[in-house]
């Protein structure tokens, strides 16, 4: 079995980071077969443990847990968001390096 360790970003519907803080291992199985609904279009598997997520405080603990149970495992590191930090009065300053328009 694989796995693969992440640290989840945010969703669009958040301005926050909140959970974001803890580290994943999400289960990974290539060979499971898909198959659609043919009566309702949805898509099923036949692999169960893709719907399994165990969350971590810290990295090394995901790991640990990883080595700990035999499994094969990919860590994606995560990447931080640059922030460009601007104030309000900024936008009316005379020293502005494009002149403001309407």
């Known amino acids: 079995m694989e796995a693969r360790i992440f640290k989840p970003a945010k969703s669009a519907m958040q301005s926050g980071r909140g959970n974001t803080k803890d580290w994943v291992l999400e ?61 309000y009065p900024e936008n009316f300053s005379a020293a502005r390096k494009q002149p403001w328009t309407h």
């Open 27 to 87: 289960f990974v199985n290539p060979e499971a077969r898909r198959r659609v609904d043919p009566l309702m279009g949805w898509t099923g598997i036949d692999d169960m443990s893709g719907q399994v997520r165990l969350h971590f405080d810290t990295r090394e603990q995901a790991i640990a847990y990883a080595e700990r149970e035999g499994l094969k495992f990919a860590v994606e590191e995560s990447r931080e968001r640059k922030r460009l930090i601007k104030s």
